[in-house]
């Protein structure tokens, strides 16, 4: 058998520079992975810093609904103070006006009957 060189290898199906280009596409996702977890980190950072800003703003709104709360208390207590004077002033007005009837019917009743003693009718 003949001897053959070591230094022989079989044709290769690819391009000469592919284990260079395989090297670079290695690296560009190795680089990518790295950039999304970074992306992610600062991801979460953000949803945790918008949590509190929105558990701030939640209580800041609780506390600005206790003060309507408050003032709402304070317009119903009004509304009741008002409702109560409508209706004494309303029962009073009622007795004002049957006293003005009365008093209207006695005055008419009153002129017939001078009328009446007038004009010899009585």
Not at 16 to 32: F, G, N, P, S
Not at 49 to 73: G, N, P, Y
Request: cysteine-free; glycine content about 2%.
């Amino acid at each position: 058998m003949p001897d053959m060189s070591v230094d022989f290898l079989p044709p290769s199906p690819y391009p000469v520079d592919m284990e260079a280009r395989l090297a670079v596409l290695e690296h560009i996702a190795k680089t990518t992975v790295a950039a999304l977890e970074r992306l992610e980190q600062r991801q979460d950072q953000l949803l945790d810093r918008m949590d509190r800003r929105f558990d701030a703003l939640d209580h800041k709104f609780q506390a600005v609904d206790r003060k309507f709360e408050a003032v709402d208390r304070k317009f119903e207590a009004m509304d009741r103070k008002l409702e109560a004077k409508f209706d004494t002033l309303a029962s009073r007005h009622h007795a004002d006006f049957l006293w003005l009837l009365a008093m209207n019917i006695a005055t008419i009743g009153s002129l017939l009957a001078a009328m009446a003693r007038g004009f010899h009718w009585l």
